[in-house]
């Protein structure tokens, strides 16, 4: 089977061998973190010192994370299926940068990025590698308001139109390394099916809706990923 139109959906599972936290592991980020405290609207007008703290250490962090094979091997297949005419588009769960480093250029992120502030006062945003403070001034207004540039639970993800329109239209969705815990992106799998598309679930384990997916393989992703990406690119060779 050639598909010419395809989507890629990622979480923190194809990042955990990079060393980024994943959130629902046994010892993942929301058993050291509320989740309503750190992320959540609410959560930052509370206490926005914990909420920059939390984001300042994962940001740190992303200065000495690397792509594992998994990000090489989705960027890989992008080049393949570009140039073999077809489409790809990587729709990513994940705050850091490793798709990127890893070479994905048809990429976005539906939560946001880590290394993305913007102004709660005037909207304006920009590239960000430093810590951020709650008297950090903003670059445009001076007011002190800046926020990670990231989706909290409760705010519109970014690129709902652009996902969606692009699903109705699939012949191929992979979900890799997300537990379907969260939505809208756990629902994408349905669109997918109902636009006729193939569906994969590439993951540690069975995620929450495992049985949505019509094929499922099992494992790491920096394995499972590299394995299925390189039969599929050799697919499209020929
Ligand atoms: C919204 C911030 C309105 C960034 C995050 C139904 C419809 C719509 C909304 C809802 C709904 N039901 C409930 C809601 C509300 C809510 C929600 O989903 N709540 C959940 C808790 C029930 N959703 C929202 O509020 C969203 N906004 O709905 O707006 C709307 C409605 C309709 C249409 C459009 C808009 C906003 C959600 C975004 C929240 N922000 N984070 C950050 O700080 O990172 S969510 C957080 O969870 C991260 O973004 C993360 O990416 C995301 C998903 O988690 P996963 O990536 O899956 O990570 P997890 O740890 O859970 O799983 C890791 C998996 O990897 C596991 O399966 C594990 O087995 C596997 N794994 C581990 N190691 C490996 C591995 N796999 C392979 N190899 C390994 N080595």
Redesign the pocket.
Known sequence: MDYRRIILL?????S??SGM?????KD???TRHS?ED??TPEGFTRNPRLVHD??NA?RRSLREAAPNP?HRALARLEGAVKKAGGDLLLV????DDLHEKAGSRSLLH???E?KQVMCASCGIKGAWDEDLFTDTECWRCGASALR?D????????YG?DAIYQKLGACDLFVS????????????FVNEARRAGAHTVE????P??NAWEFSEGR?????Q??DEWASDLIRKIAV
């Open positions: 990622t979480g923190a599972g194809v955990a061998e936290g994943t959130f629902r592991d993942g980020i929301w989740l750190v992320a939390f984001y994962r998994a990513t769960q994940n705050v539906m939560h946001g880590l990670p990231v989706v909290w639970f409760g705010e519109m993800p709902m890799i390394g997300t537990s379907g815990e969260v939505y809208p992106a756990a629902g590439l993951n540690l384990e995620s929450a099992y494992g790491l992703a920096s499972v990923v």
